[in-house]
């Protein structure tokens, strides 16, 4: 109460009020609108705060076990991506290699380069492919007799094979090619698979850094720079790596189209072609191409055969011990029994595409565990120090 009489409070009301009819009422809030309309507060609100956090922890649960379960239904396409991923690394290898020599610019380098491919393979149909064609039909009929030459050894020392067995053990190991393999059976299957791949490679190759920035986007703003250190030290290792299997793609080939025409081995073209495409599979390329050259090669005859094995030993020597460590050193340096681990179980669950992508696969996640491991161990040495630094009484 102020010297004139009136409540000087708040909560004081006027000693002449208004007249109802010019009375404006305060709004009501939107949530007690909602509240008034629906007839009181959600059935689905938890007023416990202990449950109401088991209950939060739990949705995390279910969610993180429903995307573990959706990205095994959708592995195969994962699978395809990473495919269109390796090519794309190809196509920006071969793209910073013309980068070095020529000033141009980058659309116009994956041109050259997809123009180059194109080119090569044209030039393999056209001069090696009748050749190549009556190679392949002819090798079918040379695996068999072979086979079965084989299995008349195996009769003669008391084992009982047939040509029926052997064959029926080809295909159990044929019919566990996998899903993926199934998924996209038949050749219009392969050849939409491939151009997917074809086409995606294509448009990560042109813009790499508008998809590496979406990546990045959806990591926590604080994890983004270690995020963007892992996939340009997972591009580069990409690239080196592709780059090492093209060259003892090629150092395989022709070195073994050469040698084996020099010794007289039947079909060099079509075998060193195929050791140069099997070279892309480690550990396991270089077995099945050695057996395709020691059954040709003892098809003419027993000293025939003998030089076919040289030359794979040569071949394979001379690329393990100076073209792999030349390329290994700029590379990831995986362990052969595990790359092998690996392509078995790849293989048994994907089929041809996981045993093809095995290797990369393989790299890629060494390379995301070691930068890990290196995050972990800078947080922990900052962590040290804090320590250290800090007054004795604190």
Do not use: C
């Amino acid at each position: 109460m102020d010297q004139s009489g009136t409540d000087s409070t708040p909560d004081a009301k006027p000693s002449h009020p208004l007249p109802e009819d010019r009375r404006i009422d305060p709004p009501i809030p939107a949530d007690a609108q909602d509240a008034d309309e629906w007839g009181g507060a959600s059935p689905a609100y938890i007023s416990n705060p202990r449950l109401r956090h088991e209950v939060s922890k739990a949705l995390i649960w279910v969610g993180v076990i429903g995307s573990v379960a959706l990205a095994v239904y959708i592995s195969q396409a994962l699978l395809v991506i990473f495919a269109s991923l390796v090519f794309a690394s190809l196509i920006d290898g071969g793209a910073r290699l013309i980068g070095r020599y020529l000033a141009i610019p980058r659309a116009l380098r994956i041109v050259m380069v997809l123009l180059g491919a194109i080119a090569f393979l044209i030039w393999l149909g056209y001069f090696a492919g009748s050749q190549i064609t009556e190679q392949a039909a002819t090798l079918p009929a040379i695996v068999e007799a072979q086979l079965n030459e084989l299995i008349a050894l195996a009769r003669a020392n008391g084992m009982a094979v047939s040509l029926s067995d052997a064959q029926s053990m080809l295909d159990q190991v044929l019919s566990g090619v996998g899903t993926v393999t199934r998924a996209i059976g038949g050749i219009a299957g392969a050849i939409g698979t491939t151009g997917i791949i074809l086409v995606i490679g294509i448009y990560v190759a042109l813009e790499p850094n508008l998809y590496e920035r979406g990546v990045e986007w959806m990591a926590p703003r604080t994890g983004r720079s270690e995020l963007r250190k892992t996939l340009a030290e997972m591009a580069l290792t990409m690239r080196r790596l592709m780059a090492g299997r093209v060259v003892g793609m090629v150092f395989e080939g022709v070195f073994t189209w050469i040698a084996l025409e020099l010794f007289g081995v039947p079909m060099a073209a079509l075998l060193g072609i195929l050791t140069g495409l099997l070279a892309f599979i480690p550990n396991l390329g270089a077995l099945i191409s050695g057996i395709l050259m020691a059954i040709v090669g003892f098809s003419v005859g027993v000293e025939t055969g003998i030089a076919a094995i040289v030359v794979y030993f040569v071949v394979q020597t001379f690329d393990g011990y100076v073209v792999i460590p030349m390329i290994a050193r700029k590379t990831v340096d995986l362990p052969p029994a595990l790359v092998l681990g690996a392509q078995l179980i790849m293989g048994i669950l994907f089929g041809i595409i996981g045993l093809l992508l095995a290797d990369p696969l393989l790299a890629m996640l060494k390379v995301a565990l070691v930068r890990r491991s290196e995050a972990n161990d800078a947080a922990q040495a900052a962590g040290m120090d804090v320590q250290e630094g800090a007054p004795a009484g604190s």
